[in-house]
Structures are given as C-alpha cells and as structure tokens.
C-alpha cells in the first residue's frame, strides 16, 4: 500500500526558511516523478512543483520560482521542499503527491499533508 | 497558464438525486482529472483521464467530456459523497486545478 508522510511543517516568520519532507513506502519511489501541491487555508488546490525520478528535473509555479527547492533523496525514499523567503501568502497545507507515470501530470496518491503558518 | 472554471460553486442535492458538476477549459485538453477531498482530509484521486474511474471508487460516479468542457456525474447521491470535487488539467506545466464544487446534501 502506498504511504506519503510529511513532516518539518510549523509556524515561521516572513523572511525565513523550512524544510519539508516526505517519506514515501509501498512502491518504487526511485520510478516516479514526485510532487508537491499547497492548499491555503478555506482555498482550493495549487501546484507547486514536480521533480523528475533521478531529481534531474524540475518544475515550479512561477511564484515559487527561486526560493522553493524541491529535491529527493532516492536511497532513503524521500522527497523534500525547501521553502525559503517564506511570504504570508505561503501559508497552507502542503502535499506531498505521486505522478502516477513519467511525464503524466496528475497524482495518484497524496500525504496527509502538513501545515506551513507564515506570520510575525 | 490553463485556467479551469468549475460550475456550481456550491450545490446541494437530495439522496438519490442525479448530480452533474461541470469543468470548463480556457484551452483545450485531452483529458481532464478529478479529486474528491473530504472535509479535514487529503484529495483523493476519483476519475482519471476523462472517463476512468479510480480503484474503489462507487461505480454511480463517472466522467466525460473533451476539448474544453467536461463533467463529473454523480447517478444518485449518497449521503457519503458530500465533499469538494476539484477538476484538474495536466496537458503541460503547471498543471492547474479548477476552484472546487462544494456538493451538499439536501
């Protein structure tokens, strides 16, 4: 069965970073492209980037190009999001989720998600 | 950026009700995707490419569609499919998601 567990959510000031994390078991995580989509609080879904199986690609909405850094550490079956210059409009629950297939955007599978409060 | 437009934005239906979401494209797509999320809970995949239903998913749900306009359709509502349906297009970077239809029971 497919697990998705996130983790390092809290609450932080503008201006400072986090580093999300999410353990994968059930499959072959190496095979898959891995994402992560952001829900604010009372709003819908938002995507916010997606990483290739060998971490060799990556893709990111335009506002979060250049302070989040999505990556994955294969050998230990876990993806990460790096969330620096954190804004308040990054407040959300954040997901970890699976592409089903190479290059197929949509997501199978999700993690129960973990919250991001960005606030003074 | 593909923009989808989901109609209604609430709606309530009454137990054994036929139930009919709508998603609308601003471009074209070959398939359209969609989530059920619960309140309090993560999305759950529910129909994939367009038609596809999603493993354990009731078989009164289905899709259809193409182009720019798609739906989800419910053939009689269950107390258990209060919930948000989100649609979500994946022709190209960034996959978008539509805003949500919140499905009440009447």
């Known amino acids: 069965e497919v697990h998705l567990v996130e983790s390092g959510g809290g609450l932080v000031q503008p201006g400072r970073s986090l580093k999300l994390s999410c353990a994968a078991s059930?499959?072959?995580?190496?095979?898959?492209?891995m994402a992560w989509v952001r829900q604010a609080p009372t709003k819908g879904l938002e995507w916010v980037a997606s990483i290739s199986p060998s971490g060799g690609s990556t893709y990111y909405r335009d506002s979060v190009k250049g302070r989040f850094t999505v990556s994955r550490d294969n050998a230990k079956s876990t993806l990460y999001l790096q969330v620096d210059s954190l804004r308040s409009e990054d407040t959300a629950t954040y997901y970890c989720?699976?592409?089903?297939?190479?290059?197929?955007?949509?997501?199978?599978?999700w993690g129960q998600g973990v919250m991001v409060t960005v606030s003074s | 950026e593909i923009v989808l437009t989901q109609s209604p934005t609430t709606m309530a239906a009454s137990p054994g009700e036929k139930v009919t979401l709508t998603c609308r494209a601003s471009s074209s797509v070959s398939y359209m995707y969609w989530y059920q999320q619960k309140s309090g809970t993560s999305p759950k995949l529910w129909i994939h490419d367009t038609s596809k239903v999603a493993s354990g998913v009731p078989n009164r749900f289905s899709g259809s569609g193409s182009g720019t306009s798609y739906s989800l359709t419910i053939s009689s509502m269950e107390t258990e499919d209060t919930a948000t349906y989100y649609c979500q297009q994946g022709r190209s970077y960034p996959p978008t998601f539509g805003g949500g239809t919140k499905l009440e029971l009447k």
């Open positions: 989720a699976r592409h089903p297939e190479f290059g197929i955007l949509y997501f199978d599978y």
């Open positions: 059930g499959f072959t995580f190496s095979n898959y492209d």
